[in-house]
């Protein structure tokens, strides 16, 4: 097979698995399930295939022509696409086997797996796509799935609300990234991503900036930055494996992936907002974290967190980073070194996360856990890989990744540099708080206490992830399937070296410390319990967006649509339309009032007529 | 080319016209249902053939073209029947729509069901015609012979205010397609061609252009008349009325098919016949669509409670993305006019169908009082946000290639009408999923807990599933497949008009 049928067949695959298990398989769980996880085992092997084979890309075809105006539907397989290649195809067929554990029970399976199928799909156009109109296609058609599994369990209205919010959210975002593909289509003549490259001529002073702006729009929605960042935490209403998978490891990280195909489109003032729009939603989302009960909620902003630090190194280092006297895009590096690394450890973490769930019958609250150390040990011993990783313990991937953004930050502005070490203790501190509290101390719950550990279907996915959570930092892994884009990873050398070595263990010791220290085993939060009103500060910062939202539509958008109604109904339908019907009405009566039948009627208005047409014979009018 | 032994244009629209007149004469029940569906398969049928036909690189001219005498030759009248690349796709969405609505309204055990089908046959034959005539007096004559039967339909057959939406239906659409008749007849008398051919005609026309302000006042009348017809803000109150009230399939039709006569008039006849009249319009017009039908209709519709309400509404804001593209007055512009005409009336059909099958559930059209069918009723569910994901312009459907053709012409018409008019996806997504969760998800409220213990709702049945099938089916098709259209629809408008932004039809003017 050439490459580009190969890469056909990885697009494909999981389409054609999504429509049988529509048209045939509703009922069938266990033949749909078979169906979608065979295609995700194969899709990965072709996928392994194609990144280790070397062969890099492009191929096209038309889609749809109107004159000069032609969209196409190609691929674009470099080194950058294959890293999102291997973190979609690789973790998404773990999830994929995790799920037939996890969903077991599910009376919905088919259409569960369908779901994923459509999702695997949409995400691999993302990642192929040669132009900006095809990645706005499968843009949306994630959004699409990510409802889809959201809502997976409808019949709740939580998550119905859920699945609702994330798709309009996007949407927002959606609007300036179609508005941004439109003006790059008019300024540049072109959206296809390689000839981009070729011809970027910049466009004027206010489309250079523009054009970015409104792209990065796209990321800030689908990546959920400040401040969109609302529907992510919401939208861990869907099943434990969706979450890690497509609000973890794969789409959220779109944006990141979409901001470095594009990153020939970026000038130094729109990088400057993209970095501070990242850096504040880490330092956000990780305030936030620290309040959480919910398992799956504290890993939803440590999301968010580790998101806006893929952002915020981009924004960093792209475009003008200088490395031996060569100007690399160094922020596209950083970030996609982080963005594997993280879909790494996060995948790990969430489905660790999904394992806890499951042994406690679907018990979320980290209060009523405890002590499941003993009981789910595997469980423990990968979630420990994880949290290893992610706090950035020295020698785990995490460690690696978060070194290069903080070298760039620390190279390029002081302030970002000081808030992402702010974030990274915040990180690793309520990271240790989930940690003890669900695998130490007492048990406090019923469920917790009758635990039990996963069956092999959901702890190989963990092993597995476990291994590479600790061993993706090395050169050896990530450089074999980054190519040419581990070429771009900044490392640091001299004094810098040392600097970032004693911060970032610094940090990561003050953070885990003092969580250790401070939480107890106990039932409720200890935070809440001794600092009352950092708490509640933490919570209504947590809070503010969505209420402010919440009164925005219910009480701004919802009256403005009804007094539009109203007025419709009132002005338009009801007194003009209405009116005129009338006025007819009331010349019909007019009319009618001359001829009502009477005699002397009759006389008068020939005696008036008579009148009349004297005086105009008369002259006198 | 086509192998058929007949003419496929003519017997598409004989078909049905001739099975409503058996009906009529008084065919037997049985018989006639029998026959209906021959009435409604065989112009879907011979449309399909016509499409999968269609010369590679035609479009440009007319093809399967034929020509009867009228005996009116002397007025420049006769039967003239083909289709170019603009009157393919309607001709097949007419062909499909009109199977889909045929297939559920005999399914649908209404009252009187016999003259209800002659009335649908009707209607179709009528829709057939008016897409497959190249003549301009037999295009309005079938649009007439389609119309006519709505009125009945919604009058009789109709369910609550059905007589006064059938007055205002009346007047609103009597209104708009006189507008329309002075000004085709206008262009008629003036251009002196004596024909009332488009070829003849645009022939004519483009050897000796009528005068600027003539135009200006032609298109005027075209452009008001056929906008009234499809619901052109102010003049739309008529469209979530009539359609709240009409009977599901006539709602089909109408709404599908019929309302895209007056589109199909601007684009192959007012824009190609009077460049200069529209290019003095494009202001009003585009104002008018942005922010009339997509911007206020859009938030009205998100206050509606009323679901067959929200859907005539949802159907009203997005005409207004088919007026904007027509403003842009370039190919490009026409094109995605024609790509979304031919989504939104498979889109809107579909929506209107399981409108009715969600009502037979719930027996309520209340938002308010629904909520949670989907556990009851998993594949309407899915049908039914399908056909929403459809109607806000999900990639994957056709709705979004007429949607994106249409910014992406629009934006060298004006770029801020463009940002407005891009803003209407989010509130389309909006409504449509907002709505989607009140029916189906969540938990289902008191009252419908009391219907549905009353009356245990059936998921969709096959004779409800079909004609959704059908409709499902080639949406995916087009969203999947676009160049199936957008290659013939490429060849009719782009010899004639030149690249976007210049205006149609000038450079050949010799003007």
């Not at chain 1, 195909?261 to 305030?287: C, F, K, S």
């Not at chain 1, 990180?427 to 550990?453: C, D, I, P, Q």
């Not at chain 2, 803000?233 to 359609?243: C, D, Q, V």
Request: hydrophobic fraction near 55%; charged fraction near 10%.
């Amino acid at each position: 097979m050439t490459p580009v049928t190969q890469a056909l067949l990885v697009l494909l695959l999981p389409l054609v698995s999504a429509a049988v298990i529509a048209l045939f398989l509703r009922r069938q769980g266990g033949i749909a399930t078979l169906v979608s996880v065979s295609v995700a085992a194969a899709l990965a092997a072709v996928s392994l295939n194609l990144i280790l084979g070397g062969e890099r890309f492009t191929a096209s075809m038309e889609w749809l022509r109107f004159g000069n105006f032609a969209v196409s539907l190609g691929f674009k397989f470099d080194d950058l696409a294959a890293v999102m290649l291997f973190v979609v195809s690789f973790v998404g067929f773990f999830i994929h086997l995790f799920s037939t554990g996890y969903m077991r029970e599910d009376a919905a399976r088919g259409r569960y797996f369908g779901g994923l199928s459509i999702f695997m799909f949409a995400m691999l156009g993302i990642v192929f796509a040669d132009n900006l109109f095809m990645m706005f296609i499968f843009w949306e058609l994630v959004g699409f799935s990510s409802y889809l599994l959201i809502g997976h369990w409808h019949e709740r209205q939580s998550a119905s609300d859920a699945a609702k919010k994330a798709f309009i959210v996007n949407r927002v975002g959606d609007f300036g990234f179609l508005l941004g593909i439109l003006m790059c289509y008019w300024v540049h003549g072109t959206v296809n991503l390689t000839e981009l490259g070729a011809t970027h001529d910049g466009g004027g002073i206010i489309y250079s900036r523009l054009i970015p702006l409104l792209l990065f729009c796209g990321a800030i929605g689908k990546s959920a930055m400040m401040p969109l960042q609302v529907w992510l935490p919401d939208a861990m209403e869907g099943p434990t494996p969706v979450s890690a998978l497509i609000h973890a490891a794969t789409m959220v990280a779109a944006g990141i992936y979409m901001l470095c195909r594009i990153e020939v489109l970026m000038v130094p003032d729109a990088l400057q907002v993209i970095m501070w729009v990242g850096t504040t939603t880490a330092l956000y989302a990780a305030l936030c974290a620290i309040v959480q009960r919910d398992i799956k909620k504290v890993l939803a902003y440590s999301t968010l967190s580790q998101l806006g630090y893929m952002v915020a190194a981009f924004g960093l280092g792209s475009s003008s980073f200088e490395l031996n006297g060569v100007a690399i895009a160094a922020g596209v590096g950083a970030a996609m070194f982080h963005l594997t690394t993280h879909a790494f450890f996060k995948a790990l973490l969430f489905l660790g996360s999904g394992s806890v769930i499951h042994g406690c019958q679907h018990e979320q609250d980290i209060f009523k856990m405890g002590g499941l150390k003993s009981k789910m040990p595997l469980t423990f011993w990968t979630f420990t890989i994880g949290v290893a990783a992610i706090i950035g313990m020295p020698g785990f991937a995490g460690f690696f990744s978060k070194d290069a953004i903080l070298l760039l930050a620390l190279q390029k502005n002081p302030a970002v540099f000081a808030i992402l070490a702010l974030t990274a203790v915040l990180t690793a501190f309520y990271m240790v708080r989930m940690w003890k509290l669900v695998f130490f101390g007492a048990t406090r719950s019923e469920h917790a206490a009758h635990a039990h550990e996963s069956g092999f279907s959901m702890t190989l996915p963990l092993i597995v992830l476990a291994v590479l959570s600790a061993v993706g930092g090395y050169s050896g892994i990530f450089g074999r399937i980054a190519g040419s884009v581990a070429y771009l990873v900044p490392h640091a050398e001299g004094a810098d070296h040392t600097t970032i070595l004693i911060v970032s263990l610094a940090v990561m010791i003050v953070g885990a410390g003092s969580a250790w220290w401070f939480y107890k085993s106990d039932a409720t939060d200890t935070l809440e319990a001794k600092s009352r009103g950092l708490f509640r500060g933490l919570t209504v910062l947590k809070e503010s967006f969505d209420v402010l939202y919440d009164y925005y539509v219910a009480k701004v958008q919802q009256r403005f649509a009804m007094l539009l109604n109203f007025l419709e109904q009132i002005f338009l339908a009801g007194l003009i339309i209405r009116g005129c019907a009338g006025l007819v009405g009331l010349m019909g009566l007019g009319g009618r009032a001359l001829h009502v039948g009477s005699l002397h009627a009759y006389v008068y208005w020939f005696l008036f007529g008579l009148v009349l047409l004297w005086a105009y014979a008369a002259g006198v009018f | 080319m086509s192998q058929l032994p007949f003419d496929p244009l003519f017997v598409s629209i004989a078909t049905p016209l001739a099975v409503a007149l058996a009906i009529a004469f008084g065919l037997p029940k049985r018989y006639s249902v029998k026959l209906a569906y021959v009435g409604f398969a065989v112009p879907a049928l011979l449309a399909l053939h016509c499409w999968y036909h269609f010369p590679a690189g035609a479009g440009a001219d007319y093809v399967f073209a034929t020509q009867y005498s009228t005996g009116l030759a002397s007025l420049g009248i006769s039967l003239k029947l083909g289709l170019n690349g603009i009157a393919l796709p309607l001709f097949v969405l007419a062909g499909l729509v009109g199977l889909a609505a045929g297939l559920y309204a005999i399914q649908s055990q209404a009252e009187r069901l016999k003259h209800y089908l002659m009335l649908l046959l009707i209607m179709q034959g009528g829709l057939m015609g008016v897409f497959a005539s190249v003549d301009i007096f037999f295009f309005y004559f079938f649009h007439e012979l389609a119309l006519i039967p709505t009125f009945i339909m919604v009058g009789v057959w109709g369910g609550r205010d059905r007589n006064y939406a059938a007055m205002k239906l009346t007047i609103y659409l009597t209104l708009g397609a006189m507008l329309s008749l002075i000004g085709l007849i206008a262009i008629y008398v003036k251009s002196g061609a004596n024909s009332f051919d488009l070829v003849t005609l645009r022939h004519t026309l483009v050897a000796t252009p009528l005068a600027g302000g003539l135009q200006k006042h032609l298109f005027g009348l075209l452009m008001f008349g056929f906008g009234i017809l499809v619901s052109l803000w102010p003049f739309h109150t008529w469209a979530p009325l009539g359609y709240g009230a009409a009977p599901s399939s006539a709602a089909m039709l109408h709404a599908g098919v019929l309302k895209k006569f007056g589109l199909y008039g601007l684009i192959q006849i007012a824009l190609p016949l009077l460049p200069l009249g529209a290019s003095q319009w494009t202001t009003v017009l585009a104002g008018l669509a942005v922010f009339g039908n997509i911007l206020v209709v859009g938030f009205i519709t998100m206050a509606q409670r009323d679901l067959k309400q929200m859907v005539g509404y949802s159907s009203v804001m997005h005409m207004g993305y088919a007026f904007l593209g027509i403003a842009c007055l370039s190919s490009l512009g026409a094109g995605g006019v024609v790509l979304l005409m031919v989504a939104h009336g498979l889109s809107v059909a579909l929506l209107f169908l399981l409108t009715t099958s969600i009502h037979h559930r719930t027996h309520t059209f209340d938002l308010n009082e629904m909520g949670g069918l989907a556990q009851k009723t998993p594949v309407l569910a899915a049908f039914f946000v399908a056909a929403t994901l459809a109607s806000i312009g999900l990639p994957g459907f056709a709705n979004f290639w007429g949607e994106l053709t249409i910014f992406v012409a629009a934006w060298t018409y004006s770029k801020v009408l463009t940002a407005c008019a891009v803003g209407g996806i989010i509130i389309s997504a909006v409504y449509g999923l907002r709505t989607a969760a009140r029916v189906f998800f969540g938990t289902p409220t008191e009252e419908l807990a009391r219907v549905t213990a009353a009356h245990p709702p059936a998921d969709l049945r096959w004779s409800e599933k079909l004609p959704a099938i059908i409709l499902l089916a080639a949406l995916l098709f087009i969203g999947f497949w676009p160049k199936s259209l957008s290659t013939p629809l490429n060849a009719a408008l782009h010899p004639a008009w030149p690249a976007p932004g210049a205006l149609p039809l000038q450079t050949t003017s010799g003007k």
